[in-house]
């Protein structure tokens, strides 16, 4: 296990790296270090950027800011690309480094400062603090006579001479020989000029870096930067506005922000790159009007304006919420933003606030559903009814003739729901089988609110069984009454609807249940985030108490395998369970650092994301555990998608980054399978099978298959098999 002080120190450097990172929003180690390595092809700018991004970092761990943040490289950028301008502009020297921390020190002050006032706002404070950080040391060393400005760069020749000799001085002249189109050189320039260094091999290191991150990422800023100079063409405009310190890099770092980072890249995040563009160059060049007075460079100015306007505008919006969709949970990288938010919609309701589940224990039949055959009309449409058949299809025994022969009758109605009772209908006499009260429509009735706007409403209950009162809190599942024949009944059933006002009579949502089984043929299917149809026979999931100690993974506990790989050698691996500052959970590996987070409901335990190590026993667990209903039903079949992104990258997935924004060609699939169970005095042992597959189209092009057993509240067995990959895995005691 990793000490304290090296965890601390190695989250530390990692803040250091990703600070290089993060100007492309990224948390990307190998774009890092090209990135560091750019920043030194001038080294005394490299290395004063270095010492003001350490200068920050140390003085935000000392004041004792989120060191979370500080990992992320979050307070780092900005001091970097400070440090990276003053080293360019002004000589070295004792009196230049003192200037050097203090400015430093200054910007991060300024990035707390603005982080605060954007976060109010709920935007980002981009490279704002480098801005003001910037132009106001360039303005307060003018009065500073120990320094003298650098004249580095006039006699460009002799640096790279004195840098790298006469292997670095041929190299040069062969790219600058090769007769680059001016606008590609300018471009190529333009990356590297963001890091302050404006020669073309460092833009074309920039843009290795930047494929190697992101495909869309690089798509974008070619979209971006060509947007710029074909406005630039089209309305006459001096391109060495484009040229002049290459401010180009403004198109090209909003393009990034606005294409595919704060926005889910897609065909509308593309056009919108292409629309903001002449309002960048208006801002650019009236900016540069105005700050020639002054004798500044407008750097990125309309990068941070277009973007922090752009997503205040979207703010405001009150339909269109998906052209384009904002980014909800940062993955840092736009195609796993895609490929996440795209997974997740195709898994989840995102309109679904507060899980609703069925209120009801056993299985129960839907005899009436949304736009139903009597009632459920209209404004009233979206409700269920629900009755218990036997395997006859009927739904009483005897003739029927009494409301105590249909099954349903007095059973107990459960809370769908945690939520509080707001509202009550009670003291009406069940009818007799045929008959119906007009006057009371809903009979005895509970209302429930689980969130705002969100209310249950659960009707036609038994007269004197309910067990709650008005002002209630109650959990779900917790029984709320009994199902009786109350109200516009002509026979024993329940009547459940959402609705988003917490009156009698109110009008009904759509709004899903988050999970139940459907059983038919003789198998069940679960169902996420759907609406019951009529004639399905469905219920809720039953806990099997071994399976749920199973996979009921807290935070604090260690979990441990022994894995058995092909060759028969055995290895420990143990995983630590641990929740993020949002409470997020996560089983974290301590070999390899990896993270799974997943989520365990009660009913379902499912994985949502993982990162790190795709050769690491976790990867494969995250794989083969994807979804897992925590009860035993036999022949039940659980299907999942996964994200693009959570398999190894080949090539073609690299065609399927560069197009994604438009065109999803691949697909994935998880599938279980419940085989197997032995229960007995002493022990229970379940079986299931789950397999991994990814398509091209319907071609399938990847396939990986596990085993699982669990006995007794724990993992007894986990075996892999795929190409390249055989292992099994035991839990064993921490």
Request: charged share 15%; glycine share 8%; hydrophobic share 45%.
């Amino acid at each position: 296990m990793i000490h304290k002080t090296e965890k601390a120190i190695l989250l530390f450097l990692e803040g250091i790296l990703f600070s290089y990172s993060q100007v492309f929003f990224s948390k990307q180690k190998t774009l890092a270090l090209i990135l560091v390595a750019v920043t030194f092809f001038d080294w005394i700018s490299g290395l004063s950027g270095l010492m003001a991004l350490v200068t920050a970092n140390l003085a935000a761990t000392l004041i004792g800011l989120n060191r979370q943040s500080v990992s992320e490289g979050l307070y780092g950028f900005n001091p970097l690309l400070v440090g990276l301008g003053m080293g360019l502009f002004y000589q070295p020297g004792i009196e230049f480094f003192v200037v050097l921390v203090f400015a430093s020190l200054f910007t991060l002050f300024l990035t707390i400062w603005l982080l605060g006032f954007f976060g109010k706002y709920g935007l980002p404070y981009l490279g704002w603090p480098f801005l003001l950080g910037i132009w106001l040391v360039t303005l307060a060393t003018r009065e500073f006579s120990a320094l003298s400005m650098s004249d580095r760069g006039i006699f460009l020749i002799n640096e790279i001479y004195k840098y790298g000799g006469m292997p670095m001085v041929k190299l040069y002249y062969w790219v600058n020989d090769l007769g680059i189109p001016n606008s590609i050189a300018t471009y190529f320039r333009s990356l590297a000029a963001i890091f302050f260094q404006y020669n073309l091999l460092a833009g074309v290191v920039v843009a290795i870096g930047l494929i190697i991150y992101s495909r869309i990422a690089f798509l974008l800023t070619i979209i971006g930067f060509f947007s710029a100079w074909f406005f630039y063409l089209l309305i006459g405009a001096d391109l060495t506005d484009l040229s002049y310190s290459y401010i180009g890099f403004n198109y090209i770092l909003g393009a990034i922000a606005i294409g595919g980072f704060f926005i889910v890249p897609s065909k509308w995040s593309l056009l919108w790159v292409i629309l903001l563009t002449p309002l960048a160059a208006i801002i650019l060049s009236a900016a540069g009007r105005f700050f020639i007075l002054l004798d500044l460079s407008v750097f990125s100015i309309a990068f941070n304006i277009i973007v922090v306007m752009f997503l205040y505008v979207l703010k405001f919006r009150h339909r269109n919420f998906y052209k384009p969709e904002l980014v909800v949970v940062q993955r840092y990288s736009p195609e796993r933003n895609l490929y996440s938010q795209h997974n997740y919609k195709s898994r989840f309701d995102v309109s679904a606030i507060v899980n609703i589940n069925l209120p009801f224990l056993d299985e129960w039949t839907v005899t009436q559903g949304h736009n139903g055959e009597h009632t459920h009309k209209d404004d009233w449409r979206h409700a269920w009814d629900f009755e218990v058949m036997d395997e006859d299809g009927k739904t009483y025994s005897g003739y029927g003739g009494e409301v105590r022969d249909f099954y349903c009758y007095n059973k107990p109605v459960l809370a769908p729901a945690d939520g509080f009772v707001q509202e009550i209908q009670e003291g009406i006499a069940d009818n007799p089988v045929g008959e119906m009260n007009l006057a009371n429509n809903w009979g005895n009735t509970v209302i429930i609110k689980h969130a705002e706007g969100i209310y249950s409403k659960l009707s036609h209950l038994k007269q004197g069984s309910i067990k709650t009162f008005k002002g209630a809190y109650v959990r779900q599942g917790e029984v709320i009454g009994y199902c009786g024949n109350s109200g516009r009944s002509p026979a024993p059933h329940l009547h459940m609807q959402l609705q988003s006002t917490p009156f009698i009579g109110s009008k009904t949502i759509d709004y899903p249940i988050a999970s139940y089984l459907v059983h038919e043929y003789g198998k069940y299917k679960l169902k996420t985030y759907a609406r019951p149809e009529i004639g399905q026979t469905i219920a809720n999931i039953t806990k099997n108490e071994g399976l749920f100690k199973a996979f009921s993974f807290t935070p604090g506990e260690v979990i441990s395998f022994e894995v058995t790989g092909k060759n028969g050698q055995v290895q420990r691996t143990d995983w630590d369970v641990n929740s993020d500052m949002y409470k997020y959970t996560y089983l974290e590996c301590r070999k390899t650092r990896s993270k799974a987070y997943f989520h365990n409901d009660g009913n379902l335990f499912y994985f949502m994301h993982f990162e790190g190590d795709k050769n690491s026993f976790l990867y494969y667990f995250y794989l083969g555990a994807y979804k897992v209903v925590m009860g035993f039903y036999n022949k039940l079949e659980v299907t999942d998608s996964y994200p693009l992104h959570a398999f190894k990258p080949g090539l073609l997935m690299v065609v399927q980054d560069f197009v994604a924004p438009v065109y999803l060609f691949m697909n994935s699939r998880f599938q279980l399978k419940y085989l197997k169970i032995e229960d007995n005095f002493i022990s229970t042992s379940i079986k299931m099978s789950s397999s991994t597959q990814l398509f091209s189209g319907r071609r399938l092009i990847k396939k990986m298959s596990f085993d699982m057993v669990i006995s007794n509240g724990r993992i007894e067995n986990f075996g892999v098999k795929g190409p390249g990959i055989e292992l099994s895995a035991k839990e064993v005691a921490s």
